[in-house]
DNA sequence: CTCGTAGTTTTGAGTTCATCAAAATATTGG
DNA sequence: CCAATATTTTGATGAACTCAAAACTACGAG
């Protein structure tokens, strides 16, 4: 059992330089965090890098997705209901999310095609069809009790 | 050619009733005003609602546009980009849409399926799926031209 | 028809998330 | 190590939405 180690915490480095950004503690910070920790977002990235580094400020965190999304180191995501925008070294594998509208769970969701656009509907009213974003809504296990208690129905 | 008449203006005045909402003057607009301009923000609606009912504020829109969504008299859509939320007349069908990266501009997709969830991936960590939210990101035909001039190998 | 009450709108303030601009600082090639 | 330029920080600003209380209105009871 081998553990593929294209993505080693080292690698950050080369991925940044390769698209022309400099290495930066709040950088490298900010990946390894949102590898370990991904859909978080901007407010979680602060809260998570403030212990290694005090001094960085929220507009860094700001300025640090929008170059990474940019370059595509990372993905913003936008999902219907929770604020503010999130963000994943998960990037180029065009896959979705599901999302448990008790608690805000959010986890992935392979693609079942593996590329985009995944889905080619009818009409489109003559638009160019590049990507289909998918958001399932559910409930997690852990709310599916809660849920009994609100509505004995379910 | 007969036209289906069981959405007439008046019918909103029976909705709102039938949800045990009051009739208002400013929900009566907000429905007329989204029913001809589906994806509308809060703040189109305030600008279309603005030159009927000049006492209109931002606020009475937000509160209205809450409420007829709470009733479902409305569905609420929450865009990729788009800042804002948007509102729509066209409730209960599931049906999705497709966004113009270029210019923004949104139409309706009809679902497929025709029921929610249209769709039922493989592994959701053993969440139960309920919706599935599609928006395709494209180019409109308006913009082809604007985006092979940018990027002539499109 | 009038009145009273609960529902609704308005006014005003406040929050969150994100952006813009300029000064301070750090990275990197030479 | 230095200079050039990229990045971060600081500070201000904006957009969208929310909260709370006062003013107003729809509508059913009488
Ligand atoms: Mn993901
Ligand atoms: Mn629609
Ligand atoms: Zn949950
Ligand atoms: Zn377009």
Redesign the interface.
Known sequence: MSVDATVTPESWDEQLRESGLRVTAGRRAALEFLDDHPHSSAADILAGLSDDIPSISAQSVHNIVHDLTRHELVRRI????SGSARYETRTHDNH?H?Q??VCGRI?D??C?VGHA?C?T?????????????????????EC?PTLRDRDPQY
């Open positions: 936008d999902l219907p209901d979705h599901v448990c509208v986890e969701v392979d079942v656009p889905l509907p009818d009409d489109v009213h003559g638009m160019t069809v590049l990507t289909a974003e998918i958001t399932f809504r559910g409930v997690c296990p599916e």
